[in-house]
């Protein structure tokens, strides 16, 4: 594009519209960040993606909201935590049992957002929008990590991180391929602040009241991986919704700034997230943090004021699929993974 005057610094570049010709995954969304709306949102963060994986310096991290595993979507999750595209994995208990679900052999089966939910409690079908599941496999899932539970020496206290470790080496032990199993054995440590608010709850509640008391240790649990931001170079993240799995990435960043001005005295030190991507379908308007745009996370030290950062408002179940088939087909791999092996050796 021609150069323009300096009034005009608001053009950005040319709008290519798009040819329908044979092209790979990874070509279209490349093409994609020449169009608009969300189209070339789309783009532009898998030009983030990109760049984010490219750099050896960096140290990813993937927060995960959302029913993403009853969607379909654990699959790609578990690929992303093989392949060493991310480092640490935070997510909601749900999505971290709800694979397992899968993984021991059930089904989940397509209904209509529209099914009489009073005949569905009859039948005993849970509804997640426009699937099921049924109510007593899903016990079954529960009574799974109940069983792990009582396995645990009781009342030793745990990080997340450590539960969810122990957890994968059971599991993978028994042949259960899951998202937890898979970073098991790929040294990914995974970190769920809202654990029990799964059916990880329901587990540990039957096992407790048996007598048996496993202790989370939330406090360990945030310095443990506060410990990862302090051992990395840069930091990164890939948010698949938003929520508490959102703000604990968020909030390792802020703590390398407290940490830095309470017990080393440097003043205006900032380790803030370098890249950020972002898939959200929570608009930023009602001020919670799910919608909250990554240039609001500039303001509290969290996002970099230099990053490379996109946010893209569409469901997670359109742009993982797109996203992960393009890295897989174009040979995208990470320039250097972060050396997680000392976490679980300390």
Known sequence: MESLPDELNFILGEVKSLNVEKRSIHQLLLAMADTAFQGRA???????????????????????????????????????????????????????????????????????????????????????YDTVANELEYRKMERLIEEFVETLPSEKPFSTAEFLHEFGKWLNEKGIDCIVSAAYRAGVPVFSPALVDSAYGMATL????????????????????????????????????????KDYVNLVTVAQTLIGEYEEGVHDYYKSLE????????????????????????????????????????????????????????????????????????
Not at 69 to 90: N, Q
Not at 211 to 230: A, L, P, Q, Y
């Open 206 to 245: 039957l096992a407790y009241r048996k007598g048996h008391r496993v202790v989370i240790d939330m406090v360990k649990d945030f310095n443990d991986i506060v410990e990862i931001g302090r051992q990395s170079r840069k930091l990164s993240s890939i948010y698949i919704g938003g929520g508490v799995p």
């Open 42 to 128: 789309l783009g532009e963060a898998y030009k983030v993606l990109l760049e984010m994986f490219g750099d050896p310096d960096n140290t990813i991290f993937l927060g995960l909201a959302g029913s993403m595993s009853t969607a379909g979507m654990w699959r790609i999750v578990k690929w992303l935590v093989e392949e060493r595209y991310v480092d640490v994995v935070v997510s909601t208990g749900a999505i971290i049992s709800e694979d397992i679900f899968e993984a021991m052999g059930f089904k989940y089966y397509k209904t209509l957002p529209t099914v009489d939910d009073e005949k569905l409690l009859r039948h005993k079908y849970d509804r997640f």
């Open 275 to 346: 890249y950020v991507v972002q898939f959200t379908t929570d608009a930023p308007q009602w001020g919670g943090l799910s919608g909250a745009t990554l240039e609001e996370a500039v303001s509290w030290g969290k996002v970099s004021p230099v990053a490379k950062k996109k946010t893209v408002y569409v469901d997670a179940t359109i742009a993982l699929p797109l996203i992960s088939h393009a890295l897989f087909e174009s040979g995208v791999r990470r320039a250097k993974p972060f050396d997680t092996s000392w976490f679980f050796k300390r």
